[in-house]
Every structure is written in structure tokens, then in C-alpha cells.
């Protein structure tokens, strides 16, 4: 598969991820906020890898959004403000995960 493919795929899979965490958030019938915050870790994971897969990046299998973020920075380094943001989300996801 090409780099191009491989981006695509992932990001078609943020923006499930996206949709799925928008549904779950407007649900005023009881909304899971375990699945908000799991899509949204997930959402923001599957856009950082393709962010690496892009530049050509290799990354290793890893749900933490700092980890990705520290590869990312060698080509965004703007990026770097996001980092407690990212920190958060990734707690929040991985603690929903767990539940």
C-alpha cells in the first residue's frame, strides 16, 4: 500500500472516530461521556498518524497522544502547545478504556 492510501485510511478513520464522539456528546437521553472522551483520544490519535505516515515518520503501536506528539514535532513543532491538551485527552481516553 502507498503512503497516499495509508494517509487516507487513517484519516477516514479519525473522521468515524469524529461523527461517533459528535453523536454520543448531542445524545440528551443520557449521553456516555466514557465514549466521548475514548472516540475523541482516538479521533486525535488517528490524525497524528497519518501526520507521521505523511512525513514518512515511523511509529510504534501506541494510543499515547504525547508520544505521537514528541515524533510529530521533528515536522510540526509548532505543535508543541498542544502537549497538556494532549496529555489530558490521553488520560481521558485511556481511563474511559479502562472502565
Request: charged fraction near 25%; proline fraction near 4%.
Amino acid at each position: 500500500m502507498n503512503r497516499k492510501t495509508i494517509v487516507l485510511e487513517w484519516v477516514e478513520k479519525a473522521e468515524g472516530d469524529f461523527r461517533v464522539m459528535q453523536r454520543e456528546h448531542r445524545n440528551r437521553r443520557g449521553p456516555c461521556h466514557d465514549a466521548v472522551c475514548f472516540h475523541a483520544q482516538q479521533c486525535v490519535e488517528k490524525y497524528l498518524k497519518p501526520r507521521l505516515s505523511q512525513s514518512g515518520i515511523a511509529f510504534a503501536k501506541t494510543h499515547s497522544l504525547p508520544a505521537l506528539l514528541d515524533q510529530a514535532l521533528a515536522v510540526e513543532p509548532l505543535w508543541e502547545v498542544f502537549r497538556n491538551d494532549l496529555a489530558f485527552l490521553s488520560a481521558l481516553g485511556m481511563a474511559a478504556l479502562s472502565r
